[in-house]
């Protein structure tokens, strides 16, 4: 038995990436500065969070050590376990940009060389002619907001005038993104699909990563709140991914939350969906005992960036990893003689930085299971090392990028 399990928590990077400073990231560390917060005893908005960061399973793979490696520090506060039982290391990152498709697309294997297209960052984001062509082949009244924005921010400033006029709210980030939320009953949610795809269509020319559907709920800005029905509508990877070679040798690829729309379905057999880290490590742990000998099951746990990176809650991310961390002997108890699980990110999205985007970090590479030889990796040159180590795990032929590190 020889199945693979690659789980991506979404933007938790470790700081050191040697490239930080061309994206006015320098010094940012999604993990290091989560356990400064901790282990200064700060508290969130609530007064709830007290003590240091608590990732007891993490840490026994090789998380502590991978901090030292990617940035030069210790997280603060974090006690140094004596034995490692995981595999680890660290990664930087080639792509071109620091969003979620080069992030995956890297991961398995196929880096981003060519520069996104993006927005302006002046009074108005979108050209004048795209928003035309918009409103005309989506019969629209016209759109709100235009501008760069953090998404809660902008539903809970434009959804009332939203409702009242049926315009959608369009905007974006320092990402190569459309992203578009509207009601999900006012303005309807089939209604949002159809508009995301006409828009995917007009911003091909301009070579935009992604276009998102952000449907939400509620009546007032007190009550507005996005739910999981999110769809994101990528262009396809510029070439084949590890997904594609393994599909190409009859093997099954089991894409839970976001991954399928990230590749854009290709090279995707299944599809799974889930709202929220929980549902999703469920659904995760449901598809490891379905899953087949030479498998895949490729899960990314979005909460990390899309709840508490963005909206810079440190300790609502802190908890979140807690949480995680708690779930992971379920995934132990899962696994047959011949499977690895992988743990790492795609970006980092320091909740302690300035702004509300993603940050340019190394991320984590932790690797355990039976057969797995627990050792550093140290700093890899690329993501693309992970794909190349799925592909050797498996046994299938590996792409043109990366170095396994089995």
């Known amino acids: 038995m020889a199945r693979a399990f690659l789980f991506v928590l979404d933007s938790f990077g470790v700081g050191g990436a040697p490239d930080a400073p061309r994206y006015g990231d320098d010094g940012s560390n999604t993990f290091g500065h989560i356990a400064e917060f901790c282990a200064a005893g700060a508290a969130d908005r609530t007064g709830l969070r007290t003590g240091p960061l608590h990732l007891p399973n993490m840490s026994a793979l090789g998380l502590v050590h991978i901090a030292k490696m990617a940035s030069g520090d210790l997280p603060a506060g974090m006690p140094v376990p004596e034995r490692i039982f995981g595999l680890h290391g660290a990664a930087s990152e080639i792509s071109h940009g620091k969003d979620t498709p080069s992030g995956h697309w890297e991961i398995a294997g196929t880096p981003v060389m060519f520069d996104w297209g993006y927005f302006s960052n002046e009074d108005e984001a979108f050209p004048a002619d795209l928003v035309e062509a918009i409103c005309e082949q989506a019969s629209l009244p016209g759109i709100l907001g235009n501008c760069h924005a953090s998404g809660t921010d902008i539903i809970a400033r434009l959804g009332e005038e939203h409702i009242r006029t049926g315009k959608p709210i369009c905007y974006t980030s320092s990402d190569s993104v459309f992203q578009i939320a509207a009601h999900e009953t006012h303005f309807g949610l089939d209604r949002l699909i159809a508009l995301c795809q006409i828009v995917r269509k007009l911003v091909d020319p301009l070579n935009i990563g992604r276009v998102i559907a952000r449907p939400f709920i509620g009546e007032t800005p007190a009550t507005f709140e996005r739910t999981g029905n999110r769809r994101d509508f990528s262009v396809l990877p510029p070439e084949p991914t590890l997904l594609d070679r393994l599909t190409d040798a009859g093997r099954k690829v089991h894409a839970v939350g976001k991954i399928g729309d990230i590749f854009a379905h290709q090279g995707v057999t299944r ?123 498996l046994g299938i032929t590996p792409g043109p990028y990366g170095r396994s590190f089995l």
């Open 271 to 393: 599809v799974i969906k889930a709202n929220g880290n929980m549902a999703l490590m469920d659904a995760t742990l449901k598809v490891m005992e379905e899953a087949e000998d030479g498998d895949l099951v490729f899960t990314n746990f979005v909460d990390f960036d899309m709840l508490f990176g963005h909206r810079r809650d440190v300790a609502g991310y802190a908890a979140a990893l807690e949480a995680f961390d708690l779930r992971l002997p379920e995934v132990h108890r899962k696994l047959k003689p011949g499977d690895m699980v992988i743990l790492t990110a795609d970006h980092g999205c320091d909740p302690t930085w300035r702004g509300t985007d993603h940050t340019r970090e190394r991320v984590p590479i932790i690797a355990f299971g039976p057969g797995i030889r627990s050792r550093s990796i140290g700093v890899r040159d690329t993501y693309a090392d992970i794909g190349a180590t799925v592909a050797a795990h």
